[in-house]
């Protein structure tokens, strides 16, 4: 197996442009492309190895090599992490982490498990997920479901320090990966659908101290922007950029939970990351003074932040006055050099809860491409990119779809997306191969009746009943897709009876694999799309493809254990159809294929 020039390049890259800033141990670990360092595989989340014994040519050839229960039931979302010759593996709540020795059989050299108060689960909105571990100088970072941040030895899994990050009896919970960049390591915290005011933290890596902690909206001083420096659509966003877009005092329960995946730029030394959906889901008790949409800023945004100090470098709102929980907190992918529209520009791209896929420039924090990246999208025409124009990057809103306008207590038919988006967290893939990113994708709409609710401290805060179902007279409620960042456009797209939740491995290989709510781990040529590999593994899929090398031989992988929202009902046995906020009755389907469970399966050539 090799190590591509390109992984070789990326690491040189950020060693030599900010050798002050980048974690020395997390460089070094992601030279080695035998591991598996990262949740996102490398700073720029590209999810790509340049590993390539398996390949387009001999993937079907796979065989299951070794398997491993966690234990743990609910839904298993993220991958392992490979170090040498050790794996580590984390579950759901109650936050089981693993170390294996791949040396020996797999045996288990440690397991932490914390004790935690059970009563956080009833305030975990979507199931009790937990998206992984982070490594960095010996340490694993795993950010519980009760919002402790700890850090663990990596060798005997002893604990090194604890630092609490929120608190679950106001709806505060922590299920994100943490991303590490020199001493600092950063978290942000879910919470949205209970009005917590949402935030992102920076910690010392050596003792657990709080360095800083930027919040999604309030005045500048929480939200740490500067109002001359701190840029949106290319201006200066001027002071109280976020407290004059809410009414009164709203913006004390605003949401803007950040629980997504985040990256990293070591030229520019910004880390980014979306924020989700202001509270409450009911956009007529967030309006204006005037009965009018507002904004509430910095919610459903992608904001670029300096991971020593905190602050704001820009900040980019996707969908404002948000009326449909679209949540911006899916991946931030890097990628340099992309020729958009005749110019070259180091970007970032994203695929949104809205149903658009957005190409940045991440310097600046302009969009250079949005574009719908599944047909049915219906809820907007699409996004002004004009810079000239008054409502330059915003979205233009189809009045029929637009719950605001229709009316509290009244059914807004046939929205699409659905609430979960046209993508939720579950992690795309880029390939240097083919430049092209590979997108797993929910085909799902949905009927939305906002009401008013109270807002009492730990409860929950939605005011909204969901269904969500296929397109109109459609059956398949997912797809996977090839998608050109550069243009906006699909290339190829194969269709999934459900929603694709899991998150897609790319690899010198040729390949790109995934998993099916159902069950099955797929890999596919990524020029065309055609299926090579396909194989049933114990429960439903929602964590995501890793590969790995050891002993000169390559292995992919991937958790099963059906959960998160699209899983829900079978999580929790739920079975009201509006229950899971409007997921269970659209996936009712799912219990005639598959059942809990969580395990890991690992592949390999014969």
Not at 109 to 118: A, R, V
Not at 218 to 243: Q, R, Y
Not at 327 to 354: Q, T, W
Request: a neutral charge.
């Amino acid at each position: 197996m090799r190590r591509s020039v390109f992984a070789g390049a990326l690491v040189a890259t950020a060693a030599f442009a900010a050798p002050a800033l980048a974690n020395d141990s997390v460089v070094k670990c992601i030279a080695d492309e035998n591991n598996w360092c990262m949740q996102q595989h490398d700073y720029n989340a590209h999810r790509y190895s340049s590993l390539d014994q398996i390949n387009t040519k001999n993937v079907g050839s796979m065989k299951v090599a070794w398997t491993f229960s966690t234990g743990v039931l609910r839904g298993h979302e993220g991958s392992p992490l490979v170090i040498g010759s050790t794996m580590y593996l984390h579950t759901p709540f109650p936050n089981i982490v693993y170390a294996l020795n791949l040396d020996d059989e797999n045996k288990i050299i440690w397991k932490y498990e914390p004790k935690q108060d059970p009563s956080v689960i009833p305030v975990m909105c979507c199931d009790t997920v937990n998206r992984g571990l982070q490594y960095a100088d010996g340490k694993l970072f795993l950010h519980q479901a009760d919002t402790t941040l700890v850090a663990l030895d990596a060798k005997t899994g002893k604990e090194v320090w604890k630092a609490v990050n929120g608190d679950p009896k106001r709806g505060e919970t922590g299920t994100g990966a943490a991303l590490v960049v020199g001493d600092v390591v950063m978290i942000g915290v879910s919470g949205a659908e209970f009005g917590v005011r949402c935030f992102f933290t920076g910690y010392d890596i050596n003792s657990g101290k709080r360095l800083w902690r930027g919040y999604s909206m309030g005045p500048d001083s929480d939200i740490l922007f500067n109002p001359e420096k701190t840029m949106s659509l290319g201006k200066p966003v001027g002071a109280d950029s976020s407290l004059k877009t809410w009414t009164g005092d709203q913006w004390k329960l605003g949401g803007g939970s950040i629980w997504g995946w985040y990256a990293w730029d070591p030229k520019l030394n910004l880390v980014y990351y979306g924020t989700g959906n202001p509270s409450t889901w009911n956009p007529a008790q967030r309006a204006g003074p005037d009965g009018k949409q507002i904004d509430q800023k910095w919610s459903m945004s992608i904001i670029a932040r300096n991971p020593q100090t905190g602050e704001a470098a820009w900040a980019y709102q996707m969908t404002p006055f948000d009326e449909w929980d679209y949540d911006g907190i899916n991946e931030m992918i890097l990628v340099d050099n992309m020729d958009v529209k005749g110019k070259k520009h180091n970007v970032l791209v994203h695929f949104d809860r809205n149903g658009f896929g957005y190409t940045v420039d991440r310097e600046s924090g302009l969009p250079l491409v949005a574009e719908k990246f599944d047909p049915a999208v219906n809820w907007s025409t699409g996004v002004d990119l004009d810079p000239k124009s008054e409502k330059y990057g915003r979205p233009a809103v189809v009045a029929s779809k637009s719950t605001f306008l229709n009316g509290q207590d009244v059914n807004t038919t046939d929205v699409c997306p659905a609430a979960l988006g046209t993508k939720d967290q579950q992690p795309a893939a880029y390939s240097p191969l083919t430049g092209l990113f590979y997108v797993p994708t929910n085909h799902v709409c949905m009927d939305y009746e906002p009401f008013k609710v109270e807002y009492t401290a730990g409860q929950p805060y939605v005011g909204a009943t969901l269904s969500m179902y296929p397109p109109k007279g459609e059956s398949h409620m997912g797809n996977f897709i090839a998608w050109d960042a550069s243009k906006g456009k699909i290339v190829w797209s194969n269709k999934e009876q459900f929603s694709v939740w899991s998150g897609v491995l790319t690899t010198a290989g040729g390949i790109a694999c995934v998993g099916t709510l159902e069950g099955y781990f797929k890999c596919v040529d990524q020029k065309d799309g055609k299926e090579l590999y396909k194989n049933r593994t114990p429960s439903g899929i929602i964590g995501n493809a890793f590969t790995y090398g050891h002993k000169g031989k390559q292995y992919i992988g991937i958790f099963s254990g059906v959960g998160g929202w699209a899983g829900i009902g079978l999580a929790a046995g739920l079975t009201n159809p509006t229950d899971g906020l409007g997921a269970v009755g659209g996936y009712a389907g799912l219990n005639s294929y598959t059942a809990l469970g969580g395990s890991l399966t690992v592949w390999s050539l014969p």
